[in-house]
């Protein structure tokens, strides 16, 4: 079983509707929980970052760590043509290690 | 934040030859990161680069095959030696944030092609 499971099948929305990505893990170590989000031909750029349990919301950007479950999300409300890009998530125990899904491409139709 | 300017952008290369990445952060960092990302996979760490220290190897590569020199606090390079085409990959080049190592920042990426 891989640490962090993330299906990477792409997602179309119309715009206007809302992303929902997950992943699921199995390292019950982890602490810091992460999204990042890539365009095409660009390196990963931090999007949400979470420590423990919780919540997290940041404009229309909601992030989501239920650590009992072993399961966050991300939630992407009134998506845009601009949202379109890959979606990654990532955690670690805090210690300058990160294990990340495999990214979710996100495709928002005008 | 930090900026990371990571050259070539992108190079297709002969088996058996050599290529050096190179990346340049517009501020002193302790450690820089360097991964893989291939394909339909999740992103991969190669080596932890610290300046005055040999790299830290993650387990599945190795320092013959993936060189890399970290000379001052804003600059490293990794070498992707005598390749073949499974080399063919985006190479990344990051560093984390102040305080907060789990905030990486990341170039724009290596898009090596190995013919």
């Known amino acids: 079983q891989k640490e962090v499971e993330q299906d990477p099948g792409p997602l179309s929305v119309p715009e206007g509707a809302i992303v929902s990505l997950n992943c699921t893990y199995s390292n019950s170590a982890f602490q810091y929980f992460m999204w990042y989000r890539q365009y095409s031909r660009k390196g990963p750029e931090l999007l949400m970052y979470t420590y423990s349990s919780g919540n997290k919301e940041d404009g229309r950007f909601t992030a989501q760590v239920d650590k009992s479950s072993k399961y966050i999300s991300l939630f992407i409300r009134d998506s845009q043509p601009s949202d379109s890009a890959t979606y990654l998530c990532a955690m670690s125990e805090g210690n300058n290690r990160l294990a990340f899904g495999k990214g979710n491409q996100v495709v928002v139709i005008p | ?115």
């Open chain 2, 1 to 115: 934040s930090a900026v990371i300017s990571q050259k070539p952008s992108r190079d297709i290369c002969q088996r058996g030859t050599s290529l050096t990445i190179q990346c340049q952060v517009d501020s002193q960092v302790t450690m820089m990161f360097w991964y893989r990302q291939q394909p339909g996979q999740s992103l991969t760490l190669i080596a932890t680069a610290n300046q005055g220290s040999e790299a830290t190897y993650e387990s599945g590569f190795v320092i013959d095959k993936f060189p890399i020199s970290r000379p001052n606090l804003t600059f490293s390079t990794l070498t992707v030696s005598n390749m073949s085409p499974e080399d063919s990959s985006i190479y990344l080049c990051s560093v984390a944030g102040t305080g907060a190592n789990e905030k990486l920042f990341f170039g724009s990426g290596t898009q090596l092609s190995v013919l």
